[in-house]
């Protein structure tokens, strides 16, 4: 097996995603500037584009179906609001996620646990079994699911950012508001639970 | 390389593993990692877990399904938005603050309404019409001693943007107010006291009209 064939294979692959991103990216910037002249078409058309993608965020961060869909909506009606002052010195994804990020955070500082109701609560991992039992019943890649949403919040949402939402460490920095230094500390850590977590149910990585 | 600094570099190339992935790494960071993966045996097992918390992390994401129904309600939440003063440039600043106030729930929008109302008698001199992009107020070329006019009360959850658009489609004018109770002199530009009735009717008939009572009605019958 050639090893340097085979790094340029993933790196190909990997990097592969980035231009196709900025592309659609650079769709969204016009998009923004035609919302921005009052095109009401522009908005739903970036909101096909982005919305899944903001719920998910939101209902990963909250824990609650229900708030993900009012924040969801409301991200983009703040879109269609801000639209004219959006500078284009953040992608416009990076810009969403920053907005449905704070309006989360607000909206769970006012409502606490109390707005997750039965459908939600039927969401969150059932924690009768201990973390070595359920792991018996499951394999590697479900385990590591599991592990990833048990992290604390603040380490899996930069798991999520990172890995679902593709996000760089400066554009982290963004949509959490903490300096890039802290987004790579908290990977380091959030990483090193995962494994730390996956060698306790028997699947050792080799790291930390 | 003694150990503690091969750790500390394996820990920073662990860092650095899920934005290689996502093909956000660029630069000396870049470089460093595809050296590492390069020479370092561990670094490929290392690639592949990483790669393992991806998909993980996809399927964890992608699990979650937004409501089939949203785009429907997102665009009825949009037609309810005025949206911020998007006027061409030059638009005066008496446009700005109308278009600024129209997306204000009406309850809020009403004491910053009277403010700028006054305003508008002040400003009339130097800008004659007052006439914004989203409604139009009366100034001071309407002859207001002269027009026909209702008094209108709206309600407090009404929109400022229902409310614009529905003046606007008629040919109304904000006149005055409001008063302390809340009550609005709008201008009717009917010419026919029938023409007048059938447009308090038609303000009567919409969601956020409170209450309408009749003023001052067109001077030739009809």
């Given amino acids: ?208 | 390389m003694s150990a503690a600094e091969k750790m500390s570099r394996r820990d920073e190339m662990e860092t650095l593993l899920p934005f290689y992935l996502n093909g956000s790494l660029e630069g000396a960071e870049l470089e460093a990692i595809e050296e590492w993966l390069a020479n370092d045996p561990a670094a490929m097992a290392a690639l592949g877990e990483a790669e393992a918390e991806f998909s993980g992390t996809a399927a964890a994401n992608e699990q979650i399904r937004p409501p089939a129904d949203a785009l429907s309600r997102f665009a009825k939440a949009l037609d309810a938005e005025a949206g911020p003063a998007r006027a061409p440039a030059g638009r005066s600043w008496l446009a700005q603050a109308f278009g600024r106030l129209t997306a204000m729930p009406a309850g809020v929008a009403w004491a910053a309404a009277a403010a700028l109302l006054a305003l508008v008698v002040v400003q009339s001199f130097d800008q004659p019409g007052g006439k914004g992009g989203d409604f139009e107020i009366a100034g001071a070329e309407d002859d207001l001693a002269k027009m026909p006019f209702a008094l209108v009360k709206f309600k407090p959850e009404a929109k400022m943007a229902d409310i614009a658009t529905f003046l606007d489609q008629n040919g109304l004018k904000i006149a005055g107010g409001p008063a302390a109770d809340g009550v609005f002199r709008i201008a009717i530009a009917a010419e026919t006291e029938a023409d007048y009735k059938k447009l308090l009717g038609l303000i009567a008939a919409q969601p956020f009209a409170d209450a309408v009572i009749e003023g001052r009605k067109p001077a030739s019958g009809g």
């Fill in chain 1, 1 to 208: 097996m050639n090893l340097f064939g085979s790094i340029g294979d993933r790196a190909d692959r990997s990097q592969a995603a980035r231009p196709a991103m900025t592309a659609a990216t650079e769709t969204d910037r016009a998009l923004v500037d035609r919302v921005a002249k009052g095109d009401r078409a522009a908005v739903r058309l970036l909101f096909m584009r982005h919305h899944a993608r903001v719920y998910r965020f939101v209902a990963r961060q909250t824990g609650s179906e229900m708030m993900a869909d009012d924040i969801a909506n409301e991200v983009f009606l703040e879109l269609w609001r801000q639209a004219p002052g959006f500078e284009g010195r953040s992608e416009v994804s990076t810009w969403l996620l920053g907005i449905a990020r704070f309006k989360a955070l607000s909206l769970l500082r006012k409502k606490k646990e109390d707005w997750i109701d039965d459908d939600d609560a039927a969401q969150v991992p059932d924690s009768a079994d201990t973390p070595e039992v359920a792991t018996m019943k499951e394999d590697k890649g479900a385990a590591l699911r599991r592990f990833v949403d048990a992290l604390p919040e603040e380490h899996r949402v930069v798991i999520d950012l990172a890995y679902y939402h593709g996000q760089s460490v400066t554009e982290i920095g963004e949509v959490l508001s903490i300096p890039v230094a802290t987004v790579k500390t908290r990977m380091f850590y959030a990483r090193k639970k995962l494994g730390e977590a996956l060698k306790a149910a028997g699947y050792d990585r080799g790291w930390p």
